[in-house]
């Protein structure tokens, strides 16, 4: 038989509960052990509690914390954009300052891309690569335009010249009063009405003004060419050219202006054609038929094909038989 110590017997109390003690005093009264795990249960609740108060508490913190980095990343990613952006204006603006076909497709800050832009930028690529290939291979001369409506290839002729520190001077010859009448069938073509393509002499000047070819970097020939090709002897005329570029349209005036050339030729110097692949249902191309009865008559030169340009251009290289060996 176990015997209890005094201090840890349970003394019996009213209606026949009774309670345990120790040394450290009461532990558990009124009802024993369910009392005392209703006690326990109390507290791990008071410090469920607390703990789920100061998760909330770190929650709010962190969320503050979050908010303050998601701001100021906000704000860094805002101050990165807007230097970039500033880079990019700054890239597009030379881009632009550089190339007049491009500049000509930026209306009101947007870029307009159509078939007279695409065109342009064909037609700059020539100017680039032709300029490009005569600096590189040191052939000299001046830039002669036959065909001027519009000023459009004048003006890239100037600034590529310019960007491959090409020395050429440019000529323009041109009648400024529009295409001529048709001198035969040979010249009929549905695009060709007689005055049409016109612009006068004040208007290309404004406009290689606005567009950046300075006055003294160029020389206009004004007439039709029966009356200023054929009379070059008498007018001041280049005699030294690396490149000429034919936008004359009609075979009559495009043989004349190869009539011209034809003493002037020499090795390395190019020759475009604008409108080589206009032909129509009756006739062939008025250039291509001029080039090849010109070029047919000619033991010496001849044009070796060097790039096409959109859908209606192709330029070529003049070759010096002699040279060539054959």
Sequence with gaps: MTVWPEDKVGRAGRNGDFQLTSAAGTVCESGGYGVYE????????????????????????????????????????????AKQFKEL?????????????????????????NMNSREKLDRQQLYYNAFKALSFNAIDGDYVEFGCHGCMTFPMAYHEAVRHRHKAKLWAFDSFQGLPPADGPEDEHPGWVESKMSTSVEEFHRRCEKKGVPRYAYTIVPGFY?????????????????????????????????????????????????????????????????????????????????????????????????????
């Design 38 to 81: 209703d006690r326990m249960s109390e507290r791990t609740e008071d410090k469920r509690k607390a703990i789920a108060d100061l998760a909330q508490a770190l929650r709010s913190e962190n969320r503050a914390l979050v908010r303050d980095e998601v701001a100021q990343a906000c704000r860094d990613l805002e101050i990165e954009q």
């Design 89 to 113: 204006k700054s890239l597009v603006q030379k881009l632009l300052d550089e190339n007049v076909a491009l500049r000509e497709m930026i209306v009101d800050g947007h870029f307009v891309e």
């Design 226 to 326: 029966e009356n200023t090709l054929q009379k070059s002897l008498t007018i001041d005329t280049p005699s030294n050219i690396c490149l000429a570029f034919i936008d004359c349209d009609m075979y009559s005036s495009t043989r004349s202006v190869l009539k011209f050339l034809l003493p002037r030729l020499k090795n390395g110097m190019i020759i475009a054609f604008d409108d080589y692949h206009c032909w129509s249902a009756d006739q062939i191309s008025g250039e291509r038929r001029a080039m090849m009865e010109i070029f047919a008559e000619n033991d010496r030169w001849r044009l070796v094909p060097y790039l096409q340009f959109g859908w209606h251009g192709a330029s070529f290289f003049v070759e010096d038989r002699k040279i060539a060996g054959n």
